[in-house]
Antibody, heavy 114, light 107 residues
């Protein structure tokens, strides 16, 4: 059974940093791209970032480029999102998504507030 | 960036109704379009990929069509469990972009 379990969310002050992790199981992790999608309360879905199967290519939304870094560790079947210089508008539930868009994690809430 | 525009933003329908949601891309995306259903407090669920292919386990009352810039999602015979918000998404190019969502409510 495919499982994606996010962790690392929480309350952080504006300008602060946070690292989200997603632990994957139930599939050959190295064969899939992995993405982060976020959703602010009452708002729509926003694609944040994607890392390629081998980790060589990364893609970012303009809204997070230069502040967020996606990475993967195929030895641990994890994908991470390092978030720096956080802003109030980064407040959202962050979902980890496997390539193919069928499998989503349950989401982790990031709140940026003083 | 490719903009995805869904219409309507919301609709009210009755059980048994047939509903159609449209999604327009600001430039051609071939058939690289997906549809998702999301219920409150839950992660989105993939319904359709490649514009018209049904994900495994998704009932055939969901039908996707279109290519290029114009796409539709049709739900035949709406049931109580279908009341949700629906999103289209293009995966032709980066950045991936979603439509703003269509909320299907009970009339």
């Amino acid at each position: 059974e495919v499982q994606l379990l996010e962790s690392g969310g929480g309350l952080v002050q504006p300008g602060g940093s946070l690292r989200l992790s997603c632990a994957a199981s139930g599939f050959t992790f190295s064969s899939f791209t992995m993405s982060w999608i976020r959703q602010a309360a009452g708002k729509g879905l926003e694609w944040v970032s994607t890392v390629s199967e081998n980790g060589d290519s990364t893609y970012y939304a303009d809204s997070v480029k230069g502040r967020f870094t996606i990475s993967r560790d195929d030895s641990k079947n994890t994908v991470s999102l390092r978030m720096n210089s956080l802003r109030a508008e980064d407040t959202a539930v962050y979902y980890c998504v496997r390539g193919g868009w069928v499998y989503w994690g349950q989401g982790t809430l990031v709140t940026v507030s003083s | 960036d490719i903009q995805m525009t869904q219409s309507p933003s919301s609709l009210s329908a009755s059980v048994g109704d047939r509903v159609t949601i449209t999604c327009r891309a600001s430039q051609g995306i071939s058939n690289y379009l997906a549809w998702f259903q999301q219920k409150p407090g839950k992660a989105p669920k993939s319904l359709i990929y490649e514009a018209s292919s049904l994900q495994s386990g998704v009932p055939s009352k969901f039908n996707g069509s279109g290519s290029g810039t114009d796409f539709t999602l049709t739900i035949s015979s709406l049931q109580p469990e279908d009341f949700a918000t629906y999103y289209c998404q293009q995966y032709n190019s980066y950045p991936r972009t979603f439509g703003q969502g269509t909320k299907v409510e009970i009339k």
